[in-house]
Structure formats: structure tokens, C-alpha cells
């Protein structure tokens, strides 16, 4: 069977249709979790601690232990939900998930089923080349986050092979808003597109209300893709049944997003091509080899044995209340960016290049903290992009804005050139410090003395007598040959430009 084989993605697209479907999880930055009092992980100060810290009896499903909802989650979710045009229900109520969670105590999850807090939205995604594509939002819903596995004597990290699991309880209870949408049909070959673009406009939503930090290597936000294909028909027939999905889990970056859609549509019209069937079931994205293998059977909602929260009340945000926080909603991303790029100047491929590398908070809060547009843009998609690369890690994640922007005030000022900016910033990103302190404690400050330039100048004439009379002459580039040994001399310290003039002058006289 083609069960590993791959149809050409253009050949796919010919023969069947795709339909796309998108659940999103993010986690809500509350202080506390969603139904306990313990501290909530996905809360900035609350990152990078020791396992099974963060908890509390609820959160490991303690007999005799009851939920308590998450006032501040609720908001939030409220406002995420009128972000997404969704109407807000005047009452909504918690589920119990049931299903077997060996990271959950009570093994079964809060969850929200026939009564979500949100539903019915509709979101503009903005493609690359400027398409508007809208995409329904069937619901947004509350939930708690499961804890976390990790596989132990095995050689993948997967269970499969490990000797046993360890249990962390830290995420258990971590507040959840799972966004759902409609099928989303007509996206063709742009389906891999629209897919990325999808996450990244949820992402700058949940950024924008400042509820999530909406990290996806941290796991903030998660995006579970599911495909499905159906054969074309001929023109004037009607559209054939739409065909089983998958559903790929967890896939952590925008750009596996992408890939995992491509990768599904090519191995499911291969698969179909061949007369096999498609089976309904998750699956497990590789990002080392860029493909899909199977998990578990899909289960159907009533697999799950949905009912009523006994220990919780519904939910009924008072209409005050929603209007308020409808009111307080910011910006919509899309026209954000548009008026970002219009006040920075910036050129249709030089704000893409902020926007595909999932820049443009980094550099709209290097502007605020003083840098001029260029100079952000510059920074962000240049050096530290590079260096993030290398090191397999998130821009974000490497420096803070406010330091980029002091470092760019350095070399506005004179005191740094581009070339020991950069090594300042290595420094920065190794915790040494910020950009003053590593000046002062490696001592790269440009040297500004023109009588310790003027040595320089006098030694390196020295040794190329012959310079002077060709700048005499009007070969004007021959001093680069004296500014080069003034450089090399100064340790890169000197400025060039201060440098040039300098040997200009000694030429006149």
C-alpha cells in the first residue's frame, strides 16, 4: 500500500480537494491556574522551574478537592473571543472530558462541550502577497491543560522504546482557550499557506490582548492541523462527501504547520490514488524528517462520555461586563501592521522580512524603546536572527528589546562602530551584561582621541611613505591602505570614517 509514499503536490491538487480544519490551544499567562490556587507555569515569572512545583491538590486530583474558576481566565477568554468575532454566551458550562490522561490525576479533564463561552466567530488571515482569506470559527471554549510525560531509556524521548515515564504535574491545570474552526474549504493550493498564516494571526491576536505569551516552543501555543480529501468532480456535479480526516497533533512552529499540511495532502492522495482508505486517527508531526506517523484512533465526542462539571456552576458573564472588555479590545492585528508599516517607512519587502521571521513585536518594542525603524529592522532580521539560527533558539528568546535599542544608541552616539556592536551583542545574548557595562568591562569604546588616531596615522604612513603622494595625485582610494593598518592596529577601535579625514588632511598640508 502507499501508506509512505508521497504524491507530487501539484498532481494532488489536480485529482482531490482539500479541506482544512484548525484547533489552536493557548495558554492563558494568569497568575494561578484555572481551577486552583497554584501558580500558573505559563506566567512569566513562573518559567523554568523544577518539576512538580507549581501544584496543588486539585491540579493532582486529591479526593476530597474541588475546583474553583479562574476569574481572570474568564476575561480573558471573553476578550479572545470577541477578537475572534465570536458572540459570547450569556451562560456557559464546564464539562468533564473523560478519557485516559496519565498526566492528569482525577484522569479526566474540565473541559467545555455543548455550551462553550464563545462561538459563531469569523477572522481575517492575511497571506503573504496581501489575499485576505476569512476563516470561520465554530467556538472557543475553556479548558485546563493536561501535565507533561517525559519518556525515560529509550533513544527518541518517545515512549515507544522507553523503559517508564515521569509525571509532571507543573502544566496540570494550566488555563486553555481552544479555538475550533469550521471547515475551511476553497484553499487549494495555498491550503499549506493559509495554514501558517492562520496560527500567525492567532498568535498575534492573543499577543495583542496581552494574555498569552504565545510562545510555540514553550508550548503557549499549539496547533493541532487536520486534513482531509475528497475526489473533484465534474463541472456542474455536485461536490462528493467530504472525505476522513486526520488530525496531526501538537505541531510547534508555523512553519511545521505548513509542512504538515503539505506533507498530509501529499500522503493522503497517494494513499487514496491507490484505492486505500484514509483512517481516522492523530498523528505525530517529525520535524527531523518532515512527516506524519500514526498515534491513536480518532475517538468521536461520545467516546469521550461528555457531562455537566457537578463541582462548578455555569458560567454567565454579565452583559456589562462583555461590553467593557469589547470596548478595551485593541487594535485589529491586520491593521495594526499596516499602520506599523506605513509609520516606519518601510518598503512591502522589508516589513514581510520583519513579519516572516515573527518579528514585528521585537521591533515595534525596540522603536518604542528608541531605535529608528531602520535600525530595529536591521538588528532583528540581520545579527540576531543569524546568531538565533545557529543556536536553534527564537529571536525573541536571546535578547530584549530595550538592550537592542541601547546598543544602537551606542553606535549612534559614536561610541561603538558596527563591527564591535556585534560583538557586544554576542556578549549580551551570553549574559554578560547590558550593552554599557560589556563596553566598559571589555573596553570596546571607539577610540576618539585624534591624537591617539594621529600616532596610528603617523606610524602606518611610516611604513607606506609612498601613500601620501598618490592621495596628492588624486588617487584618493590609497588611504584605505593606511586606514586598514590604523584599524588593525586600533583593534578595530577607531572610527574609519574619522580616520579618512584625518589622512585627508596630513595630504594637504
Known amino acids: 500500500m502507499a501508506a509512505n509514499k508521497l504524491m507530487d503536490f501539484d498532481e494532488a491538487l489536480e485529482r482531490f480537494e482539500p479541506v482544512l480544519g484548525f484547533e489552536v490551544h493557548v495558554e492563558l499567562n494568569t497568575r494561578t491556574k484555572m481551577f486552583s490556587g497554584a501558580p500558573n507555569p505559563a506566567h512569566p515569572d513562573n518559567h523554568d522551574v523544577a518539576p512538580n512545583t507549581l501544584v496543588a491538590p486539585v491540579d493532582m486530583g486529591l479526593p ?20 475572534l468575532g465570536c458572540s459570547i454566551a450569556p451562560s456557559s458550562r464546564f464539562a468533564r472530558k473523560n478519557y485516559f490522561y496519565p498526566d492528569l490525576g482525577k484522569n479526566y479533564q ?86 501558517k ?21 514553550r508550548g503557549n501555543l499549539r496547533c493541532d492541523a487536520n486534513v482531509s480529501l475528497r ?57 527531523d524528517t518532515g512527516t506524519t506517523s500514526p498515534g491513536r484512533p480518532k475517538s468521536d465526542a461520545d467516546d469521550y462520555r461528555y457531562f455537566p462539571e457537578p463541582d462548578l456552576l455555569p458560567v454567565a458573564p454579565p452583559a456589562e461586563l462583555v461590553e467593557q472588555l469589547r470596548a478595551a479590545l485593541p487594535e485589529a492585528p491586520a491593521a495594526h501592521r499596516r499602520r506599523l508599516k506605513e509609520a516606519w517607512g518601510f518598503t512591502d519587502l522589508e516589513f514581510q522580512d520583519v513579519r516572516n521571521g515573527g518579528l514585528l513585536a521585537e521591533v515595534e518594542a525596540t522603536i518604542a524603546a528608541g531605535a529608528a525603524p531602520a535600525s530595529a529592522r536591521k538588528w532583528w532580521t540581520g ?44 556578549a549580551m545574548i551570553d549574559g554578560e551584561g547590558s550593552p554599557q557595562e560589556i563596553v566598559d568591562a571589555r573596553g570596546l569604546a571607539v577610540v576618539s582621541d585624534d591624537g591617539a588616531l594621529i600616532a596610528a596615522i603617523d606610524e602606518a604612513l611610516a611604513a607606506q611613505p609612498d601613500v601620501l603622494e598618490k592621495i596628492r595625485d588624486g588617487k584618493v582610494q590609497a588611504a584605505g591602505a593606511i586606514i586598514g593598518a590604523v584599524m588593525k592596529a586600533m583593534k578595530g577601535q577607531a572610527d574609519a570614517a574619522r580616520v579618512r579625514e584625518l589622512i585627508l588632511e596630513r595630504a594637504a598640508q
Open 197 to 217: 498564516a492562520y496560527v500567525a494571526t492567532i498568535r498575534d491576536i492573543v499577543r495583542s490582548l496581552g494574555i498569552s505569551e504565545a510562545r510555540m516552543e
Open 64 to 83: 476530597g478537592s474541588l475546583p474553583v474558576v479562574n476569574e481572570q481566565a474568564v476575561r480573558s477568554s471573553i476578550s479572545l473571543g470577541l477578537a
Open 231 to 287: 475526489p473533484r468532480t465534474p463541472e456542474g456535479e455536485p461536490p462528493a462527501p467530504l472525505g476522513t480526516r486526520t488530525e496531526t497533533k501538537n505541531v510547534n512552529s508555523m512553519r511545521s504547520v505548513e509542512r504538515a499540511v503539505r506533507h498530509e495532502i501529499q500522503r493522503q492522495a497517494a494513499i487514496l490514488a491507490a484505492g486505500g482508505t484514509i483512517t481516522q486517527e492523530t498523528r505525530h508531526w517529525h520535524e
Open 383 to 426: 545579527e540576531i536572527s543569524r546568531i538565533a539560527n545557529t543556536r536553534g533558539a527564537e529571536p525573541g528568546s536571546l535578547v530584549a528589546p530595550a538592550d537592542v535599542a541601547a546598543l544602537q544608541g551606542l553606535v549612534d552616539a559614536g561610541t561603538l562602530t558596527d563591527k564591535l556592536a556585534r560583538q557586544v551583542l554576542e
Open 110 to 195: 474540565i473541559s467545555q462541550y455543548d455550551e462553550p463561552i464563545a462561538f459563531e466567530g469569523r477572522i481575517e488571515v492575511e497571506l503573504e502577497d496581501g489575499t485576505i482569506v476569512e476563516v470561520p470559527i465554530e467556538r472557543a471554549h475553556m479548558e485546563e491543560d493536561a501535565g507533561k510525560l517525559t519518556h525515560m531509556g529509550g533513544a527518541t524521548g518517545r515512549i515507544q522504546g522507553a523503559e517508564y515515564s515521569l509525571v509532571d504535574y507543573n502544566r496540570a491545570g494550566v488555563p486553555l482557550v481552544e479555538i475550533v474552526t469550521k471547515p475551511i474549504f476553497g484553499a487549494e493550493h495555498r491550503a499549506p499557506e493559509i495554514a
